[in-house]
């Protein structure tokens, strides 16, 4: 409790006006009793009035506690061992114990620029973690004790070898002579013991490690006695244990030690060894690198079958991606799509998903994760996808299952040449007769159409039903008379625009012409290319001698039909009715077991590759609008969906219409970019942001040359073009952008200049792609800063003794030099509290409290 001696006043009161208050309050007493004022409402103003005269010069007590506060420097140079510092912490920890505050000031060629907190947390690793960019290769107490003597007074503590490789000792001593400070190093209590008898020399291990791999971990440990030394060697990556053994060396002997890193591991992690000797005449020794481990995508596989899993499964885990593969049986449960950034839905039935799976993948799709969908048996409308979430967010019409009809309906456009040509030789007239041979023997389910042509087209007969104008079209086709010039493409267009709105199951035109066309070129092929998308197949007919350089006959292959070509208008008829006949397979034709795939109107986008060998099979789809059709697949001479995408919400959906098994897709198993087009799919499929790396394999290499870092870079891939960008982090967290020098294929180089020791982390770009990021730490011994010489213990008892300090403090030894730690608080508010808590209370006294209590219904006595 403190105590009136405490008691300080931050403006002083002046004697005078002291004097003039107590002469005002002795009057105002001396009146008020003349007047008869009650005493205690006198007493309880007086006191109102004091408290309140008080409050004006600001009044506060000092309290000092007896423990104090002490400034630490840490030496975070790499010439201090890891291990030995830490036991030098815990010193400083246990005088803490003793009611002592201690800030810690780390240093290494530059002070930190703020003391922190000794807390029981606090560790050297983290320390010299947090403060690496002060160039741990350069040690300089100088400066270190200069801000000390500019920071405080008294005692300061410190935790270093004593083996300085910049700053003057000199200026040391100048320091310490002025009397500011007083120096207390720590020193391990075995100093004299050997340090480089036995020791860890190095610690290697490749740069980058594959996901779900380990790689191999090397220490080299050296003795240097004539006597045979063991110990203990510890090695973790990040907070694992991967080894902890026992070994001994022989004498004058060196040995390697192999482990093995954690494959647990993801991203930039720690490698660090320790050796403890047996012997306590013996110091700890560590050494420290990194492993940059690959972040691979998680990929989830839900598959119908063993079967179905048996290709896909295995390339995808033994290249880029974390799989997690399952074949879901009666009580599955979708795991947490969270975890995934793709998908993939191979041949497996919508029921097996479990409930409400269909409405969870859709909604992890628009949150921005990539779904895939392959086909197979039980897969897209054979799946029971039909009427689920599922089907509105494929790419893809899904199909229901049907039985497959003997003949389906057909529509053909008639497209005829009745030019001023045509009018020789009789040829309109056979050209007629052709058209009501194909009238006369389509089924009344087909759809005909006749349209004619000059220089603008004629449309002779409306696509329609036979059923309904069988008779009507027959009269109409006599109407064709030939005139003006020639000019075919209106003509292909309209009929066209008429096929695509007719119901048939199979689409077909026929374009008859006697001589050379004469605007053929590209537009013409594009009509026909898109007409092939749809569905629709083209022959073309060559009334007379092919003129056109083979023009008619590119079409015709183009759109999947029959190219004919005559000179005797009479086989017009023959030839219509031929053509008819096979593209509506009434023909017996060869049956060919493989579609052949080709490039949709959207062009490829999920895959780099543009050649493709041919199916078997396919689940038959129908087109999206607004979706991306990539593949198609040739059957009967119509184009239907193999591969499609597009966006759906955030995320992204592809569907592939054949299987991933070998079933329909044996062709693809033996190909050797079967790998290459999965894994192009899942990268498309998934989602794509800043952080995304490529599994590229490449190697780094670095030397130190005075203060130059030379990097070497080799890249494995035949896909680099470009330049080859990078982006390095010094230990002080500054970061430097910087272009490789190609040297060769594969080969580049670069050099940093003005390094320090520390760790180095490396991100490079090559070629549009990110290369998984490395790290590497580059030691101070490399600047000087050599581990393994022990404390400096005549140069740290010096300066102990030239502050009056001495090495090792107790307790007891700091008292009269620390700082006394003070602390101070106010009054002033407390003190207007209490008087204004008196003059409630007075003018409650004075209101109620010495007035008689009168009682309800209580008569005074009257005389």
Known sequence: MPGLDQLKFTQSPEPILVIAVFC?????????????????????????????????FKPYVEEVKTGGSALALVDISDSMDEAVAEDLISQLKNLKKDNLDIDLLPFAAEPASAAVALTSDTHYSSLKKSWAGLNTGKSNLEKALSYAAENTQGAVLLISDGWQTAGSINKITDILSEDKISLFPLIPPANGRESTGLRLINLYAPLTARSGESVPVFAALQNNTESTQSGTL????????????????????????????????????????????DSSNLQQSSALTYISTEKRERVLVLSGSRDDARFLIPLLQDKSYRVASNIPGRNFKLPDLGD????????IERDRLGGGAPEKIVNFIRQGGGLIMIGGNRSFGLGGYIGSEIEKALPVKLLPPRTKKKRVNVAVALILDKSRSMATANKIDFAKESAREVIRNLKDDDFVGVIGFDFTPFEVVRMGQLRQ?????????????????????????EGRRRLMKVPAGRKHMIILTDGKIPDAGPVYIEVVRQMRMLGITVSTVMLGPELDGGFLRSLANLGGGAYYQTSDPRNLPRIFMTDIKVSTGEQTLRENSEYLVRRGPAGIQSTQIRNFPPLLGYVQTGR??????????????KAEPLLASWKYGKGRVIAFTSDANGRWSRPWVRWS???????NLVDS???KSGSTTSNMPFDLRYTIDGSLLKLDLSIFSESVSGSVAARIVMPDQSERKFEFEHLAPGKYAATIEDITAGKYEVHIAAGGSKLTPVAFYISGENFGEVRGKGFNTSLLANLAGISSGIINPAIEDLRPEIKKKTTSRDLTLWLVFISLMLVVLEIFVREIGFKPLRLPGHIPNTV
């Not at 995934?340 to 041949?347: A, D, E, H, W």
């Not at 970019?673 to 894994?679: L, Q």
């Open 24 to 56: 005002a309050l002795l009057a105002y007493i001396i009146i008020g009793m003349t007047k008869k004022y009650p005493p205690l409402q006198l007493l309880l103003r007086s006191a109102a009035i004091c408290l309140l005269t008080l409050a004006c």
């Open 234 to 277: 510890i090695v973790k990556h990040g907070s694992k244990v991967v080894l902890k053994k026992h070994v001994s060396i022989g004498p004058n002997k060196e040995i390697v030690i192999k482990s093995k890193s954690d494959p647990k591991q993801e991203g930039i992690k720690e490698l660090r060894a320790t050796f403890i000797p």
């Open 340 to 347: 995934y950034s793709v998908v993939v839905l191979n041949n």
């Open 469 to 493: 104008i069988r008779r009507q079209a027959l009269d109409r086709v006599s109407r064709l008379f030939a005139t003006g010039k020639t000019n075919m493409l209106p003509a292909i267009d």
């Open 624 to 637: 999206r609008d607004k979706a991306s059709l990539e593949l198609v697949v040739i059957s009967g001479g």
């Open 673 to 679: 970019k079967f790998y290459t087009f999965w894994s």
């Open 685 to 687: 499929a998934r989602p």
